[in-house]
């Protein structure tokens, strides 16, 4: 599991780096145990450490975790212990505190925090940078250093995806949250091995005629464990821990299948949207894994869209727009999906090749007359339409919701209340049949 094997390259860094750390531990806990006191392990990780040593150099990355070092140890007591184990991480162990010292922990741990507000001058550069500590009490979080170092793992993973330069206490809670995570993610690893994936379509209709003019891929693992699990817990996932990328190739080759099967059946009407992330997009080598994907199912370009949610485009990066304006020449559209959640820049979104917008299912189903997400959905078809851009709205769920859009002036759409996402041998019946709506 990725928590073990996290823990036993840690383990095998502390090795290295310090043999003393196990013998430290061994005897604070045995010394704990007679005196029925409590042993204190926090891992400390400097947060983006990578980027550190990526823009400024190896050398100064180093420089920076000596002065580190050196403003970590002043803040502790002498009889407290601190490596440094992975690149860019510190352990520290405090031992022999009592139960009613325990605030005076809490006081050293704010200390720690307070190095990390300090400017860092390296070779006449000033550096700030923060880290995420996570904190791990024995008796309470593990009896033994392996179970105490894993603890404070998973609370220092904890501080940093809440945005890392904070420090969290291990909890029973925290544990099991993050137990559950890593036999998911161990799971998936195999999803694609296993055969566990499979993509489902939703129709996208022109509201006035109610004819379908594309549809969405979207896709789905079934797990015989964990049953259907939603893509918004694996994709995240599977971007966490770089899965993304076998999983998002797995996707678009079968789509590209699929496709080709309606295709070449005579269905060659509708466009196929299909989602990436952006953290496929910015693989070197996804741009021509894809245009030759689409070239060999011979699929015309003009019946592609690829989705990307606003968030990806609040990178303001020269490679990004490079990439866009690739599969824009390649005669692909481009969507921006959930449009309205995320910070985009309107004047930057100008000048790139976008073709579409899809109004986030959000805005969509708290939507009543006159109220603020009406009034936001109007204002967005309104930009959509003088951008002369496609407006999708998702998320259509009543017969009020496709009335108010009809009555805006939105041209396209999709929700359960139309059609639910089919999997791929309903939507082939549904093809045949023609059917304006499927539900
Ligand atoms: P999304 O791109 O915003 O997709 C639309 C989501 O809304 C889908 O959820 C769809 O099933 C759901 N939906 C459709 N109609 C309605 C409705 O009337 N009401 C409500 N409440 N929901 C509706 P789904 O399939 O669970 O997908 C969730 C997200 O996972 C997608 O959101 C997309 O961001 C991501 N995703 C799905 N497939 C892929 C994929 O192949 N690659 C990548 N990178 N992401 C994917
Ligand atoms: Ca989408
Ligand atoms: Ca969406």
Redesign the pocket.
């Known amino acids: 599991m990725k928590e073990e094997v996290l823990l036993s390259s840690k383990l095998a860094g502390i090795h290295k780096t310090h043999l003393a750390f196990h013998e430290i531990v061994t005897q604070k806990i045995a010394r704990a145990k007679i005196h029925s006191q409590i042993v204190g392990l926090l891992l400390i990780n400097i947060d983006n450490f990578q980027s550190i040593n990526i823009h400024l150099g190896y050398h100064i990355g180093e420089k920076l975790l000596l002065k580190m070092q050196e403003r970590l140890t002043s803040c502790l007591n002498s009889d407290d212990f601190i490596t440094r184990i992975d690149n860019g991480e510190f352990v520290i162990i405090m031992g022999d505190i009592k139960e009613s010292e325990i605030k005076k922990t809490k006081n050293t741990i704010k200390n720690l925090m307070e190095c990390f507000n300090e400017i860092y001058n390296l070779d006449g550069i000033d550096t700030k940078i923060s880290a995420s500590i996570g904190i791990a009490y024995y008796p309470h979080a593990g009896a033994d250093t392996q179970t105490l170092l894993q603890s404070a793992n998973i609370s220092m993973s904890h501080a940093k995806s809440l945005g890392g330069n904070n420090y969290q206490y291990h909890t029973g809670t925290l544990n099991k949250k993050y137990k559950k995570k890593s036999s998911l993610e161990h799971a998936l690893k195999f999803a694609v091995e296993k055969q566990e994936l499979f ?2 379509y ?1 129709p996208i209709f022109n509201l006035k005629t109610r004819k379908m003019l594309g549809m ?5 693992w079934k797990n015989p464990l964990f049953g259907l699990i ?3 817990i694996f ?1 995240p996932l599977a971007e966490e821990n770089g899965l ?1 990328t076998s ?2 190739e797995w ?2 080759k079968n ?1 590209c299948k699929q496709a080709k099967e309606w295709y070449t059946a005579g269905y060659d009407e509708f466009k196929i949207y ?4 952006s953290y ?1 997009l910015f693989q070197k080598s996804f741009p021509k894994f894809m245009m030759r994907l689409f070239k060999n199912a011979h699929i015309p370009p003009h019946l592609l869209d690829l ?1 990307l ?1 606003e968030t990806a485009f609040i990178t303001k990066s020269s490679y990004f727009e490079n990439i866009l304006k690739k599969i824009s020449d390649a005669g692909i559209s481009i969507t921006i ?2 449009f309205g959640t995320g910070h985009s820049s309107l004047t930057r979104l100008k000048h790139l090749p976008i073709t579409g917008l ?1 109004i ?2 959000l805005f ?2 708290d939507m009543r007359p006159d109220s603020f997400d009406a009034i936001i959905v109007n204002s967005l078809i309104a930009l959509g339409k003088k951008l002369s851009m496609n407006v999708i709205a ?4 009543t017969e009020a919701h496709l009335q108010f859009l009809i009555a805006n002036g939105c041209p396209q759409g ?4 139309l059609c ?2 089919l999997n791929a041998d309903q939507m082939t019946s549904f093809l045949k049949k023609n059917n304006k709506r499927c539900v």
Not at 274 to 277: C, E, Q, T
Not at 394 to 397: A, D, L, S, V
Not at 414 to 417: D, E
């Open positions: 993509l489902n939703q969405e891929a979207l896709l789905r939603s893509p918004n994709i993304i999983i998002g996707s678009l789509i299909f989602n990436i992330s496929q989705e949610t999906d959930d899809k986030d299912k969509i189903s998702e998320g259509i769920e999709q929700g359960y209340y639910k996402p």
